[in-house]
């Protein structure tokens, strides 16, 4: 697969508690340069990123980052703030306590409320995989399509692990037709990130594959 195809599936990521503006431009230049789906960074930075990339660019952020035990009415204030501010892809992470208490009613309607308050736009769904069993994986495949979001997501790339192969299928094989999967957190090669398309990934949240390119000499007459 060609790298330039493989990096318009790439959110290009910095979510980093240190980031900077200067860190955060950087991002967007190469997200711009290298043609990625989007740049993923924090949502203090938002409204400055939209400006500066003028429509050029697709600004995701994240919602009750990274632990996801914000209360519902916090997680949709900071979706419609995001939004306001020019964001229009969103990455939410559920409420890992309320799944493992049996709590799905309560996690599909804060992952639907949070659904329409993007407004349109794509709501990307992270269950933490890494915390999971395999049958809490599957539930969330059920709850997030019933909720209608557009994508779930592997990780925040901030707990135990990150995205595995294996949980990729899984997610493939059980969430309805109308949801994507992103894989996202330990990303680290184009031959991994190939792998992860293969077996179902339409989006990748990462930051090296751009470094990568950037260091080759095929980065450099890209």
Avoid at 53 to 73: D, R, S, W
Avoid at 83 to 97: K, L, T, W
Wanted: aromatic letters at 8%; one cysteine or more; hydrophobic letters at 40%.
């Amino acid at each position: 697969m060609d790298k330039k195809d493989i990096l318009k599936k790439v959110d290009h990521t910095l979510l980093g508690q240190t980031a900077t503006w200067d860190d955060i431009r950087g991002i967007l230049d190469d997200a711009m340069k290298y043609e990625a789906a989007s740049a993923c960074i924090p949502a203090a930075y938002v409204k400055q990123a939209a400006e500066y990339v003028a429509g050029k660019l697709p600004i995701c952020t994240v919602i009750g980052f990274p632990n996801g035990y914000n209360t519902t009415a916090v997680k949709v204030f900071e979706t419609k703030d995001a939004i306001a501010n020019g964001a229009s892809e969103i990455d939410m992470v559920i409420n890992i306590g309320f799944l493992k208490d049996g709590r799905y009613e309560e996690v599909e309607n804060e992952i639907r409320a949070i659904h329409e308050a993007c407004d349109g736009r794509i709501l990307k769904v992270i269950i933490e995989t890494c915390l999971l069993t395999e049958e809490e994986k599957i539930k969330m495949c059920a709850i997030v399509t019933n909720a209608g979001a557009e994508f779930i997501k592997t990780s925040t790339g901030f707990s135990t692990a990150g995205a595995t192969f294996a949980d990729v299928e899984l997610m493939k094989k059980y969430i309805g037709k109308d949801v994507k999967v992103k894989a996202a957190g330990g990303i680290s090669s184009f031959d991994d990130a190939e792998k992860f398309i293969s077996l179902g990934a339409e989006r990748l949240g990462t930051s090296r594959l751009i470094k990568i390119l950037k260091n080759t000499d095929t980065g450099a007459g890209y």
